[in-house]
Every structure is written in structure tokens, then in C-alpha cells.
């Protein structure tokens, strides 16, 4: 697929780049920073070597604070770089923490190429350790906690109405979106405190990509009628946290009880290289994404995958580096999907006690107008007396009905199937009486629809008033034999 769509490419990349020969303007010249040889050389041997020793540190926290305390010594005494220039000017603090970055950079990327360890430890394809619940919060429609590595995502399930899709205003239309996912990473998820405000670019991307994941599973509306939402709360963050959202999402969609067609997991691979030489990292960690040259994030189920999102720091990537990746990808895919499984595995029979409830039934088109009423006068009494939350009507007929009580639900749906019933005659109906006239009584059989009847039918006994025989407010069984 991936040579296909490359070879498909090629005419559109050559459109653009016989426009741009036509255009004829060249590309700006960005400067790129360059640290002289010397003081990169020197700044390396002010870290004596520590720099291996503490990347051979496992734990993130014990890691960062030895290499704080080393870039403390380097920088303690900037008179040690005095006499060195970067571009005619004088050395500055902020070029001596780059070129330290530099250093870390080559140290990082020699222990993978030379010794085939990473920084935490791990091999090239070893993933962290998981740990997957489901259900942990006590009120939610549904829920979940998956953490892998210093990576945990809190998932939550919203399950709502028609009322609660999102309208989407775009260029080609308006549409109505009954899945969303939202992606929230606070600033406590990466030890700093700042403002929280609106959702940034990371954030619409990272659930943009975890929702795409999902939706590929995600039941038609005919079959769930349900308003979907999934928060993502990253609680905490070292790398690959809109994967960490997916696998917390597919959790918390079967703990709902939504009917997902399977679960699913994602995964990043990472990429260095040295020359033609190169290394592919299997979940990575935040420093490999900052010293790597690539983030491949794969999400899918055990039969394929539902989202890719790449992101490369070098020029190009070879296809055989991509199909190793996809690979790589599934093997350790089918090892999270196997740590998901085992604590749920399918879907939940039903939906939570706390969610809305949502019965359908089908009605002609041309009796939609009966069910509304005048002004909509008739489907809020049906709202009022039964208690249910809402009642949509689609153009084609079909009346969904949400309430989070199941008996006000199926009384709604008794009353909206009884206002487009047509009265058969010889069947026996439950009546209420609604109006008493001298030859009779009227009575409401179904909803909106009355009859009478006669004296000479309320008792096998001669009846001479009315009023002594029945009065309003009465309910008994009539049947219908004659329809004018």
C-alpha cells in the first residue's frame, strides 16, 4: 500500500516542482547553528565521560537530576570558554547548554548503534512495562487508566443524544459529528506548572489522531445511536502519550458497553541513523523522540491498522525503513492488545445505569406532523408527562427517544407508537374516560384518538344516567367495533 500510494505520488510531485521551476524563486538560506570543533570538544571534556555513566541511569527522575548537576559544573565558570567565538561574537550560556544537547545527541545515538541499549535500559524492541484497568471511576458512563512506562492516560466515556453531536461549520456544509475525542495534556503531566487555557496544537492533533484510530471501530449510528465523547487525561507523560490515548480510549468504549468491532492499541517507532547505517527503537520515550530522527506512530487492531501519523527530522525516509516499522509495529501491537484483553475483552452487555437510555421505533414519514403537534405542542406533552430527556425525528421516520429511565423511556415510546396506530376494529384497547355527554361516554383509547361509548354499552343493566355509571377519569377495557 505504502509503494503504491508512493508510486501515485510521483506525477503530483513533479506538477509541483516543474511550478516551482517556473516561478523561479529560490528558498530562503536558514543559517543553521554551527559549534566550533574546539569548544565542542572541550565541553566534552569537562563531562569527564559522566555522560555515559549517567545514561546508564534506568530511572528518568535519577537521570535528569544527574545530568542538571553535570551542566551545573560545566556552565558553573564561564571563564573556562573565553577566548572562543561562535559567528565573531563572544560564547553565550544558551551556547554552551546547545552544544551540551549536541553531546548528549551523539551519546544517546552511540549507545543504540555500539552497545544496543537505550537510555532506560530497554533493547531496541523492548516495550515498557504495562499496567491497563477498566471501570476505576465509581459515576462515569465508562472508564479506564493505561499507563506504559512514565506514560498513563486517564479515559473517559461520555455516552449522550442526538442533541449532544457537535456541529461542525466547514467550508463544504454543516454537519453534525457523533464522535469526538478530546485530548487534554496539563502542565503537572511533565512536572511544570503553567495557565491552563483552550486546547492547543498539540492537543487537536494528538486527539484528531487517537480519535481516527477509534472511529475505524466505531459502531454505525442505526446500530448505536448514542453520542460518543472520550476524554483523554494525561496524567502523566514521557513519550507517546496520543498512544497511550488510544489504548485508553478502546477501553473505556468497551467498559461503556459501546459494541466496538475490536480493541485497539497504538505504538510509536523510532528511527537513528548514522550514515546508510540505521536503528529502529520500538516505544519510544520522550528523549528518544527529541534525539531521534523519527516518530512513527501506528495504532490498529489484530487485523490491521486504523492510523499512521509520521513525523521525520532528515530528508527522507527509505521505504524499507517504513515496512520494517509497520512491521515492528504489529508485533507490538499484538502484545499491548494481549495486556488490554485480559482486563476486558469484548464489550459490555449493556450501558451504564447513568446513561442515557435510547429506544427507536419507526413511523410512516406523513404521520411525523401527529407526533409533533402544532408549534411542537404534542411532543413536549409527551416530553412532560413521561419524563424522558428528548425525542428526535428523522426525515425518514424514525423517532429516538432518550431518558435515563427505562420505564419512562418505554412509556414515551407507548405513547408516540399509539398517536400513528390506526384503531382496528374487534381489537380490545385500554380506555380513559375524558368527556361525559348524556348518550354516552368519550374515551381515549390510544393517544390523541377518542371514541364513544353508547349508554346502552357501560352495563348489562339498563343505565339511566350517565354519571351514575361512570365518571371522568375512569379506566377500563372497551373494544372497537365500529369505525365512522
Known sequence: AIRYGFDQLQPVLKAQ????????????????????????????????????????????????????????????DMS????????????????????????????????????????DGRGLKDIREISAEAGILPRTHGSSLFTRGQTQSLGVVT???????????????????????????P????GETKPMRGPGRREIGHGALAAKALRAVMPSKEKFPYTVRIVSEILESNGSSSMASVCSGSLSLMDAGVPVANAVAGISIGLVTRGKDW??????????DHFGDMDFKIAGTDKGVTAIQLDIKIKNI?????????????????????????????????????????????????????VIGPGGKTIKKIIEETGVESIDIEDDGKVLIASTSNESAQKALRYVSGLVEAPVIGKIYDAEVVKIANFGAFCEFLPGKQGLV???????????????????????????????
Open 17 to 76: 516542482n516543474d511550478f516551482r521551476k517556473q516561478v523561479g524563486i529560490e528558498k530562503t538560506a536558514v543559517p543553521l547553528f554551527q559549534s566550533p570543533e574546539e569548544l565542542k570538544k572541550k565541553i566534552a571534556q569537562l563531562t569527564k565521560g559522566r555522560l555515559t555513566e549517567i545514561y546508564n541511569i534506568d530511572e528518568k527522575e535519577q537521570r535528569e537530576e544527574a545530568l542538571g548537576i553535570l551542566l551545573d559544573e560545566v556552565i558553573g
Open 80 to 119: 573556562a570558554f573565553a577566548g572562543y567565538k561562535i559567528n565573531d561574537r563572544e560564547v553565550t550560556l544558551a551556547d554552551i547548554k546547545l552544544i551540551f544537547d549536541q553531546i548528549e545527541y551523539d551519546e544517546v545515538r552511540r549507545l543504540i548503534f555500539e552497545e544496543g541499549k537505550r537510555a
Open 159 to 185: 455516552l449522550g443524544t442526538r442533541k449532544d453531536e457537535q456541529m461542525v461549520e466547514a467550508l463544504d456544509g454543516l454537519s453534525y459529528n457523533n464522535f469526538m475525542l478530546h485530548y487534554n495534556f
Open 187 to 190: 502542565s503537572f503531566s511533565v
Open 279 to 288: 536503528r529502529l527503537l520500538t516505544d519510544i520515550m520522550g528523549l528518544e
Open 318 to 370: 527509505a521505504l524499507e525503513i517504513l515496512e520494517k516499522g509497520i512491521t515492528q509495529a504489529k508485533e507490538a501491537r499484538g502484545i499491548i492488545l494481549q495486556k488490554m484483553n485480559a482486563v476486558i475483552a469484548r464489550p459490555k452487555d449493556d450501558i451504564s445505569k447513568y446513561a442515557p437510555r435510547i429506544v427507536t421505533v419507526q413511523i410512516p414519514p406523513d404521520k411525523i406532523g401527529e
Open 454 to 484: 353508547h349508554v346502552s354499552e357501560l352495563s348489562d343493566k339498563y343505565v339511566k344516567d350517565v354519571n351514575q355509571a361512570v365518571k371522568v377519569g375512569d379506566r377500563f377495557k372497551v373494544k372497537v367495533i365500529e369505525i365512522d
